[in-house]
């Protein structure tokens, strides 16, 4: 089951971004915490592609949610890296895990 769902947006390569497109299936990383790094499977709604410069809806699930616990909250934007480099962003709209909200 998914973790969050976001508003998810790819830079353009001239934004430093990808070369080519996405697909549902896509396993970056996601900086999460200013110090953790941690891999999410994209799926996205009503689409298997994704151009780069887009912005579509969909849904993330991390691996090992329990590591980070209480991390993230709705409006909370993260970076989506290929290792070190940001390829785009991620601002979170729903967050289905209870184990990573922020507890206010």
Not at 4 to 19: M, Y
Not at 46 to 60: C, D, Q, S, Y
Not at 75 to 92: F, L, T
């Amino acid at each position: 089951m998914a973790d969050i769902e976001a508003k998810i947006t790819f830079l353009i390569t001239e934004e430093g971004g990808r070369t080519t497109p996405v697909f549902s299936g896509y396993r970056p990383a996601h900086l999460l915490n200013n110090d953790y790094l941690t891999t999410g499977i994209h799926q996205y709604y009503n689409r298997e592609k994704v151009e780069l410069g887009e912005t579509v809806l969909g849904t993330i699930t991390f691996i090992t949610p329990e590591a980070y616990p209480e991390c993230l909250w709705v409006g909370k934007r993260i970076s989506i890296q290929e290792a070190s480099h940001i390829v785009g962003y991620a601002e979170i709209t729903k967050i289905f895990n209870e184990t990573l909200l922020k507890k206010m």
